[in-house]
């Protein structure tokens, strides 16, 4: 059997004296949807950034294709394929949405620039529209629509977005999402942090869910849209 894409084996991140990780074991397979649901202060976005050893885990280990890059530099990890689309999107405000996309090569190289922005605006419309307009005068969608296609330039064998749903009405949530099921079916995997359980379980092929810095509940996307304390706590009841 091929071990997972990425695998995380009992990690602890501590900040300080605070735990923000509890030996969290994790592992997302080749193709996969993998959603993490979980409400503030969880420690979504301390478990993807951990990936790239900031914060660095402070016991157990972090595995990709199999080889530990525990504490490896973020460099090391995004030259060999992990992208992220960090939370609240952080485009570069001063630039272009070009100049933005072309930043994403940054870990690969400008050889296929001029051939992926075009898949990118083909995946994105709306940035083709707007290919020349500073990144800080654009709607929150369409930044959020940057920060993901920025992230796609460096041909990530694995894709991390970090709520993308964030603050973002619902109609282009639902682009958005319908974006990511395009981009799941042409085969890239992608481990996703959402507060918006209904539309991350929809979309995952499986989901975890965490609290307070633990894995509680692990199950498929429709498994956990049907479980009740996930109901409860991350669906309104419903
Ligand atoms: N740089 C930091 N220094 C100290 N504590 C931190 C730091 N970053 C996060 N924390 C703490 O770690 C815990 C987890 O935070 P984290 O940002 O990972 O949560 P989250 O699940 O992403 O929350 P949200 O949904 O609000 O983005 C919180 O208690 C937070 O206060
Ligand atoms: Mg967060």
């Not at 849209?225 to 706590?233: D, I, M």
């Amino acid at each position: 059997m091929s071990s997972p894409l990425l695998e995380f084996k009992n990690v602890d991140v501590h900040y300080g004296p605070i735990q923000a990780l509890k030996s969290v074991s994790l592992h997302i397979d080749q193709g996969e949807t993998v959603s993490l649901i979980g409400a503030n202060g969880a420690g979504k976005s301390t478990l993807l950034m951990s990936i790239f050893g900031q914060p660095r885990a402070s016991g157990g280990q972090i595995l990709y294709q199999g080889t530990d890059i525990t504490g490896k530099s973020a460099h090391y990890v995004a030259s060999n394929g992990i992208a992220q689309s960090p939370e609240g999107r952080r485009v570069f405000p001063d630039m272009s949405v070009e100049e933005n996309l072309l930043m994403g090569t940054i870990p690969i190289g400008m050889g296929h620039a001029d051939e992926d922005i075009q898949r990118m605006f083909e995946l994105f419309p709306r940035l083709k529209e707007r290919r020349n307009q500073r990144a800080m005068t654009m709607s929150g969608g369409e930044q959020q629509m940057l920060a993901i296609a920025r992230a796609l330039m460096s041909r990530p064998k694995l894709l991390l977005l970090d709520e993308p749903s964030l603050g973002l009405a619902p109609i282009v949530v639902k682009q958005i999402f319908a974006t990511l099921r395009e981009l799941a079916q042409t085969g890239m995997t992608i481990f996703l942090v959402e507060q918006n359980a209904n539309h991350a379980l929809k979309l995952s092929d499986r989901a975890y869910v965490m609290v307070t810095g633990e894995i509680r509940l692990t199950g498929t996307g429709a498994e956990l849209l049907g479980n009740e304390e996930v109901r409860n706590a991350y669906l309104g009841g419903h």
